[in-house]
T-cell receptor, first 113, second 112 residues
Framework: GENVGLHLPTLSVQEGDNSIINCAYSNSASDYFIWYKQESGKGPQFIID?????DKRQGQRVTVLLNKTVKHLSLQIAATQPGDSAVYFCAEGTGGGSYIPTFGRGTSLIVHP | SAVISQKPSRDICQRGTSLTIQCQVD?????MFWYRQQPGQSLTLIATANQGSEATYESGFVIDKFPISRPNLTFSTLTVSNMSPEDSSIYLC?????????FGQGTRLTVV
């Protein structure tokens, strides 16, 4: 069935480096995508979203890129900090008033000071 | 934005018993959902809590096992019934009006 998955379960980076977290999706009908950050012992926290009619969106230190041709989504974090250490989930949805997200597998980002 | 308070934050329960988890949102929201998350894994949607009517359950989840209430636009409960060790997990409540979902801190349930 349709699913959202991640390429790398764990990503280790040095503080100050840029991080790139990848996500593959298979539902071509999805019209929006979201990245969530989940710190240990907490619920997921919204980071940024992107609509299917866009290929790039920037936030504070984060950029999301969408490649619909290959059904690929990425989250770039600039100047990664120890506080960025968490599990990152991509999620997709088809809108239409329901906005129920389907979550991918998750990538654990470890930032070394 | 919305702030979600979920309780209890954790519990250890005997098999065969039931636990009711409460979710309170600080503002009215259109949609409320309940998820289950095994440690180290992704979130699995259990059901959509519908205000004033029966919840909409995802495949693999049934009302007898996970009864859900939503009496108004700010509050919902999830009951895990007749618990077994396989029900040990983190249960998360979420609320949203549009694309952005807000989550509670979760309830860590251990069934012994």
């Amino acid at each position: 069935g349709e699913n959202v998955g991640l390429h790398l379960p764990t990503l280790s980076v040095q503080e100050g480096d840029n991080s790139i977290i990848n996500c593959a999706y298979s539902n071509s009908a999805s019209d929006y995508f979201i990245w969530y950050k989940q710190e240990s012992g907490k619920g997921p926290q919204f980071i940024i979203d992107i609509r299917s009619n866009m290929d790039k969106r920037q936030g504070q230190r984060v950029t999301v890129l969408l490649n619909k041709t290959v059904k690929h989504l990425s989250l770039q974090i600039a100047a990664t900090q120890p506080g960025d250490s968490a599990v990152y989930f991509c999620a997709e949805g088809t809108g239409g008033g329901s906005y129920i997200p389907t979550f991918g597998r998750g990538t654990s980002l470890i930032v070394h000071p | 934005s919305a702030v979600i308070s979920q309780k209890p934050s954790r519990d250890i329960c005997q098999r065969g018993t039931s636990l009711t988890i409460q979710c309170q949102v600080d503002s009215q929201v259109t949609m409320m959902f309940w998820y289950r998350q095994q440690p180290g894994q992704s979130l699995t949607l259990i059901a959509t809590a519908n205000q004033g009517s029966e919840a909409t359950y995802e495949s693999g989840f049934v009302i007898d096992k996970f009864p859900i209430s939503r009496p108004n636009l700010t509050f919902s409960t999830l009951t895990v019934s007749n618990m077994s060790p396989e029900d040990s997990s983190i249960y998360l409540c979420s609320a949203q009006n549009t694309v952005e979902a807000f989550f509670g801190q979760g309830t860590r349930l251990t069934v012994v």
